[in-house]
C-alpha cells in the first residue's frame, strides 16, 4: 500500500454544514446560533472561564504553591555523537561553534552535553552542563570537559 491508495474509511467525510439557505435545508433563519444576543453575532467569542461579568470562580479561589516554569533553565543540548561529526580542524568546541555548524541555535541558551553516541578524537569542549557518560567519553578520548 502506498500513501496515494489510502482511502478514509466510510462515514469519516462529512458534507459542509449549509446554513442560511432556508428553513427546508434545517438551519435556516437564525443558522444555528439560537436566539438573539452575544453569540448569535458575528466575530464573536467569549473567552473560556467568562461568567458574563460575574466575579469568576478562578478569581475567587486562592492561589497557593509556586510554580517554577516561567524561571526555569532551559538548556541547548548536543550528543557526543554529534560533536564527533565536527570537521578536524575544530579542537576547542563552545556554543558559539556549534551554532556556526548548525548543530544548535544561536539564541541565547545553555549548552548542556549528552552522552549518546561515540568519540575518538580529543576536543576541548566548554559547556554549562555535562552529563555523567558524556564527560567519561569525552576524557576517555583525551579531550577535556570545562563547565562553564
Sequence with gaps: MKLHELKNVAGAIH????????????HGKTSGRG????S?????????????GQMPL????????????N??????TVNVGDLAKLDASVTEVTSEVLAKHGLVRDDGRALKVLGDGE???ALKVTAAKFSESAKA????????????
Aim: glycine letters at 20%.
Design 15 to 26: 458534507r459542509k454544514k449549509r446554513v442560511g439557505c432556508g428553513e427546508g435545508g434545517g
Design 35 to 38: 436566539g438573539k444576543g452575544q
Design 40 to 52: 448569535a453575532r458575528s466575530g464573536s467569542s467569549i473567552r473560556p472561564g467568562f461568567e458574563g
Design 58 to 69: 478562578y478569581r475567587k479561589l486562592p492561589h497557593r504553591g509556586f510554580n517554577n516554569y
Design 71 to 76: 524561571f526555569r533553565t532551559t538548556y541547548a
Design 119 to 121: 568519540i575518538s578524537r
Design 137 to 148: 567519553k569525552l576524557e576517555k578520548a583525551g579531550g577535556q570537559a570545562i563547565n562553564a
